[in-house]
């Protein structure tokens, strides 16, 4: 019991942070918009020529959630290199608390932000003139929630080596980019070269 | 099963530098004990290894008799920890990181709440359960870390520079309630410093140098080790005075900016005998008692400097270190 209270502590501590943290918020949501506006205005231009069949905005959307979901869930297990830096990390390191309890709470508490967020891009799809059909609804969730999952156990693989926010960061960068623009988000990967 | 920490041997290098040399010593249950010693001495890292937060690189260490390598979860279930760079939640409310702490240590939910108000009650921050920490002040924050570290009613409690960086009344309120717990719960305390003064409102006292343990005993017997107590006595009638002194007490009187001094065994006890049988008169007189500073110059022939900018960068250089082992 005392394993799964653990996971439940440190997962709970992760959404009071992120509760707390409005800009964190707001500006994790304003990204993927802002992608969608210009991206979607300038790609759609010039891919117009090519035979699309579907709206470019209908294209891109699940791939802005996906996009925002790995963002987001990278993102949040910065929390482990802040509790290092601050040393918040020592308190829960003395604790006799299992280790992979530990690193469950953390994961699940990066995918729960991450997944929450991709929820209400969800939501936001219609507003936005994209049509999702019902009946995929739950197993677009169910991918979110793998995606969440395993980005954020990337992401403290990542951050649990790392010593400071600045270099995790970069780290980020460097592995979130290319997965992004390979993955068929932005553009047809038919034109790719195989 | 008087001893609460039984330490034998117990060495520790990084890279080849030996940062704590091969030391044993023995804690007593209720005790407050105290590693005194300049940065950089080892005395972080010692706790670090008791902790359990590093491992030896040689030597036995036991806590509560449990061993700190093969019984980690124990010894962790037995201690409680004031570190000497903050490690509180400065996003969550004060209750909030009790209550952290407490789940973490499987503390019951009934329970909870009566240990909560006692320990916040204790450091005088109750009415504050509900700020978040980033509002408290350096102060506020140690106490907090205190109560923290109480909640789950530790047999031993590590306080590593508990009033680093703290203003004098702050660190004598902190003292207060220190010497409270020990009064109140008869609890083990463990800790570190580099403040003379501090030093001496510990029960025993280890000084370590170079990782290296060069004195244990309670801080009065490591005075008594130095030399005596120290009188100084102006006069008029200076040359009677001194004669008397020599010649009824056998002191070797040393005269100094026009005070004459002389080093007398045990002060307290020797004043009121002075002041009866002293047939010369005296205008003042003063007892003053060999200091910690003292005894340090004394064991390693150099005096304790006090240097808190450089201590967090040697706390950093270890924590880096840690992480590569």
């Not at chain 1, 400071?164 to 997965?179: D, H, K, Y």
């Not at chain 2, 109750?126 to 909640?151: C, H, P, Q, V, Y």
């Not at chain 2, 009677?240 to 002060?267: A, P, S, W």
Request: charge should be neutral; proline fraction near 3%.
């Amino acid at each position: 019991m005392q394993f799964i209270q653990t996971i439940y502590t440190i997962w709970q501590r992760e959404i009071i942070r992120y509760w707390r943290d409005k800009t964190r918020i707001v500006s994790t949501l304003f990204m993927p918009l802002m992608f969608l506006v210009i991206f979607g205005a300038g790609l759609s231009k010039t891919l117009a020529t090519g035979n699309f069949g579907v709206d470019f905005t209908q294209f891109m959307y699940p791939g802005i959630i996906a996009m925002s979901v790995m963002s987001v869930a990278f993102f949040s297990t910065i929390s482990t290199v802040w509790d290092r830096e601050f040393g918040f990390l020592k308190e829960i390191l003395v604790a006799p608390v299992s280790r992979v309890a530990v690193a469950f709470g953390k994961t699940l508490g990066a995918t729960t932000i991450a997944s929450i967020q991709a929820l209400i891009l969800l939501i936001l799809a219609p507003l936005i003139g994209v049509a999702i059909h019902v009946a995929v609804i739950p197993q677009l969730v169910i991918f979110m929630l793998l995606l969440a999952f395993a980005i954020s156990g990337m992401g403290l693989l990542i951050s649990s080596l790392m010593k400071t926010t600045e270099s995790f960061g970069l780290v980020m960068q460097v592995l979130i980019f290319p997965m992004f623009f390979i993955s068929g988000a932005f553009f047809p990967l038919t034109a790719v070269p195989s | 099963m008087n001893n609460i920490i039984e330490v034998k041997n117990l060495a520790r290098q990084f890279n080849g530098l030996t940062a704590v040399d091969h030391i044993s010593f023995e804690v007593k249950k209720g005790e407050i004990f105290g590693f005194l010693g300049p940065n950089g001495a080892g005395k972080s890292t010692t706790i670090n290894m008791l902790s359990t937060l590093l491992i030896p690189t040689e030597g036995d260490a036991a806590i509560n008799s449990f061993d700190v390598l093969t019984r980690r979860d124990d010894v962790r279930k037995s201690i409680g920890l004031v570190f000497q760079d903050p490690s509180l939640d400065d996003r969550l409310t004060a209750e909030e990181n009790l209550r952290f702490h407490a789940k973490l240590y499987g503390v019951p939910k009934e329970e909870y709440k009566k240990r909560m108000e006692e320990v916040l009650r204790l450091v005088d921050l109750w009415d504050r359960k509900e700020n978040i920490i980033k509002t408290f002040s350096g102060g506020m924050k140690r106490r907090l870390e205190i109560a923290r570290g109480l909640i789950h009613y530790p047999q031993v409690l590590f306080l590593d520079e508990p009033t680093l960086g703290l203003d004098p009344q702050t660190r004598a309120h902190l003292w207060e309630y220190i010497l409270r717990l020990k009064k109140e719960r008869a609890m083990t305390i463990f800790m570190t410093t580099h403040y003379m003064n501090e030093a001496e409102n510990c029960d025993r006292i280890a000084v370590i140098d170079h990782g290296k343990i060069v004195a244990l005993d309670t801080p009065a017997n490591l005075k008594k080790q130095v030399g005596g107590d120290i009188i100084s006595m102006t006069s008029n009638q200076k040359a009677e005075l001194k004669n008397e002194l020599e010649k009824r007490y056998k002191k070797e009187v040393k005269e100094k900016d026009g005070f004459l001094q002389v080093e007398v065994e045990d002060g307290e006890k020797f004043l009121p005998r002075l002041f009866n049988e002293l047939t010369a008169k005296i205008d003042s007189i003063e007892l003053r008692k060999p200091t910690l500073d003292d005894v340090f110059l004394s064991l390693t022939g150099r005096a304790i400097r006090e240097e808190e900018a450089s201590d967090k960068e040697h706390m950093r250089q270890h924590m880096r270190m840690r992480r590569r082992t």
